[in-house]
């Protein structure tokens, strides 16, 4: 993937992560709350290899 689509992706990933957080802070589901974290996690971690990149020029 190229810095931009990491970005994206990373965006994408951490936003609904954190959807999946709050749903399952809501409803009490400890399961999809972790789920929402580790998701919100990788997204702030492709967010991090994009620019990463695009500091490399790549």
């Not at 965006?11 to 974290?37: C, F, V, Y």
């Amino acid at each position: 993937m190229g810095s931009t689509s990491d970005r994206l992706a990373g965006a994408a990933n951490s936003a609904i992560g954190k959807a999946k957080e709050a749903i399952g802070k809501e409803t009490g589901d400890a399961e999809l709350t972790a789920k929402g974290a580790v998701q919100d996690l990788k997204g702030k971690a492709q967010t991090a290899a994009g620019k990463a990149k695009a500091a490399l020029g790549e």
